[in-house]
């Protein structure tokens, strides 16, 4: 007897038929996702649920680490060659994190593509000073300037 599967509906049906209505030549690819990875994109659509538009609160704080776990997770080798670059990245930096005019501090270093996922969850937070001192007292791996760099 054969056994059948049971998936569940795309919920992101409706957007595709606006996208098709609303912009008839832009194409749409369907690409095969590993179980696992749906499941940790589900959970990390449903945990940012709602109106995400910068980090603000202790949640906003969980997702991200949440996102970034996804982010090494999914991306082993980008995650491994950022971890090795940042002693070079702190060793190009002067005293304190100082480019050379000591007109700016390097406070933080983030890899190109985690960057992107914070910006799909939360589209208008912007890396200025405040967020990166932030995101390095909670995450000190990005941390390449400042005291003890």
């Known amino acids: 007897m054969k056994q059948t599967r049971i998936e569940k509906a795309d919920p992101y049906l409706p957007f595709y038929i606006l996208e098709k209505e609303t912009k008839p030549k832009n194409k ?26 910068e980090v603000k609160s202790q949640k906003d704080w969980e997702i991200l680490g ?28 002067n005293a304190g994190g100082y480019s050379k005019s000591k007109e700016m501090v390097y406070m933080g270093a983030l890899p190109p593509r985690f960057e992107r996922l914070i910006k799909a969850i939360f589209p208008l937070q912007s890396f200025n000073k405040d967020f990166m001192y932030k995101l390095i007292k909670r995450m000190p791996l990005f941390k390449i300037g400042g005291e003890g760099n």
């Open 66 to 93: 949440e996102l970034f776990t996804f982010f090494a997770n999914k991306w082993p080798n980008e995650y491994k060659d950022f971890k090795e670059a940042i002693p070079k990245i702190r060793s190009s930096r």
């Open 28 to 53: 749409l690819y369907w690409m095969a996702v590993k179980q696992d990875d749906l499941d940790t994109i589900d959970h990390l659509v449903e945990l940012s649920s709602g109106k995400r538009e």
